[in-house]
């Protein structure tokens, strides 16, 4: 289809199209940059992928696939892809979307973009190759005084500054939009929503900047270490509130998607909005768990943000978690799928990738996510439970299950939408979703079972070969363990599913332009 100019909102000339499908005006600028965006995203995604089968099927005693050294070495190159580059880059390319499209403005700065983007391609790449070189074994957090090679800290802050200017990029998109009034009322949810995980990405892109040029000076001699109390702190600033981005970023693909599959409409403006202002304001404060043994934050701090102010951020993913669902409900009842109480679920479109995706990542971030969450956040059962598998048993289903199941539904839309190709393929697209969320939950599942029999967050062979004293976990751990290597086997396959879908839909599937997408 030709570009043209439309009657709303304030394109120039050829500078953006109209959507076919959804009638909405596209931005041309900003449609290269979400494609460039989702692209490294899905390439981040692989990356992070063959490294999750790989710690899976070490995890798993029964097969202990790799030495030590590899281990930490793929544990890090894991942690970085799945939960910094897979999740941002698609983040950027949500922010470019619901700061053009959804306000009818175009892209404040393309030149900005293209800094944006580059520098976060290359900061991927450079952390990326100097992990797989072996001088970068410090897992995700890098704690000092573990040091890693200076390139490692580089590629991390370029990745963080070219992040900052997307967001920067979007903050100048709404700016724009305000000042134009090309749209009418209050900011469409999604975008308020955007905007919420833009403002929580400024503060954590800041933290990570103290902990990390610092970190970077030091890896170059250039300055002492840093104190290993003051660096943790900062960090988490960045490591915890980063994946608070994600949740901002997941709720507001729910609301999202829960138009396009079934027309939803939330129920209530201002109670969802109030919902991402509590988020906020007080959704950082859950990264206190991370430091509740350590010397350099008072007993009344600790308390405070775990027993008190961290439920005013739990809070917020309730209202979410009851919202969205109703807005589903009164959607489907409208269209006549009223008998019974739960009928209007049952005649959902479940064969509807987007649809299945998003509700699967509502249910497992909702129930598993939301339910350790909450217990492992409280300080009595933190001390217990931290440096066992229980942890990454909860992030594996509010990161895994709950952000990137999510934005894999959205990925159904933005293909045909965006990239104006259609997926091949689409009895496999239908089962994708299932085959991941089972896989993911059985992961999730199995790590926090066998966390709860004490079984080591990050140590290699749980078995302690060689010790000597002999040590080593009970009949249930190992069966929960194998739990989670199934799990992880079966994930990977819905995972690498996806990737080959998503990769032939956008560079060989059929193209929709001049028509509407096909209807799942």
């Not at 393929?425 to 992961?443: D, H, M, W």
Request: charged share 10%; proline share 3%; net charge positive.
């Amino acid at each position: 289809m030709t570009s043209l100019a439309l009657p709303v909102g304030n394109f120039r000339t050829g500078e953006a199209r109209t959507c076919d499908t959804t009638g909405l005006p596209v931005c041309l600028h900003a449609q290269r940059f979400i494609k460039l965006n989702a692209v490294c995203a899905v390439v981040a995604l692989l990356v992070g992928a063959i490294g999750a089968i790989l710690l899976g099927l070490t995890r798993w005693p029964a097969v202990h696939l790799l030495p030590a050294d590899w281990y930490y070495r793929v544990l890090t190159l894991h942690g970085i892809n799945m939960l910094i580059f897979w999740i941002i880059f698609l983040e950027i390319a949500i922010l470019y979307f619901a700061g053009t499209t959804l306000l009818k403005t175009r892209l404040a700065s393309t030149k900005l973009a293209w800094t944006s983007f580059l520098l976060m391609a290359v900061g991927a790449v450079l952390t990326n190759i100097t992990i797989l070189q072996g001088t970068a074994d410090v897992m995700m957090t890098s704690y000092a005084p573990l040091q890693a090679h200076s390139n490692f800290y580089l590629g991390m802050i370029l990745f963080a500054v070219g992040a900052l200017l997307g967001v920067g990029n979007f903050f100048a998109c709404v700016w724009i939009a305000r000042r134009d009034k090309t749209y009418q009322g209050s900011m469409p949810l999604v975008a308020f929503g955007a905007l919420a995980a833009a403002i929580i990405a400024v503060v954590a892109i800041l933290h990570g900047a103290i902990a990390l040029v610092p970190t970077w000076l030091w890896s170059l001699g250039l300055m002492d270490a840093p104190d290993a109390g003051w660096y943790r702190l900062l960090w988490w600033g960045i490591g915890h509130q980063s994946q608070q981005i994600n949740v901002c970023a997941m709720v507001s693909t729910w609301y999202l998607l829960a138009t396009l599959t079934v027309g939803a409409k939330p129920l209530n403006q201002l109670v969802c909005r109030s919902a991402f202002v509590l988020y906020v304001l007080f959704i950082n404060i859950a990264s206190a768990h991370h430091l509740l043994v350590d010397p350099g934050v008072s007993a009344g701090w600790k308390i405070w943000n775990t027993s008190y102010a961290m439920y005013l951020a739990v809070l917020a993913s309730m209202i979410h978690g009851f919202t969205v669902p109703a807005a589903v409900e009164v959607a489907q009842r409208k269209k006549g799928h009223d008998r019974g109480l739960f009928g209007w679920l049952v005649k959902a479109p479940w064969a509807n990738p987007g649809f299945s995706a998003f509700f699967l990542s509502l249910i497992i971030f909702g129930f598993i996510g939301g339910i350790t969450g909450v217990t492992l956040g409280t300080q009595q059962i933190n001390i217990i439970a931290h440096n066992t598998l229980r942890i990454p048993g909860h992030f594996h289903a509010t990161v895994v299950g709950g952000t990137s199941l999510a934005f894999m539904g959205l990925c159904y839309y933005v293909v045909p939408l965006i990239f104006r190709r259609e997926y091949a393929a689409r009895a496999l697209c239908r089962l994708q979703p299932y085959l991941f969320g089972i896989g993911i939950v059985l992961v999730s599942i199995g790590m926090s079972f066998a966390g709860s029999y004490g079984v080591p967050r990050r140590h290699w062979d749980v078995e302690f070969s060689g010790a000597p004293f002999a040590k080593g976990f009970d009949s249930g751990a190992h069966v929960m363990l194998g739990l989670m290597g199934i799990g992880a086997v079966l994930a990977f396959v819905g995972l690498l599913t996806f990737i080959l879908l998503t990769v032939h839909a956008v560079f060989l599937g059929k193209r929709n332009e001049g028509r509407a997408m096909t209807a799942w």
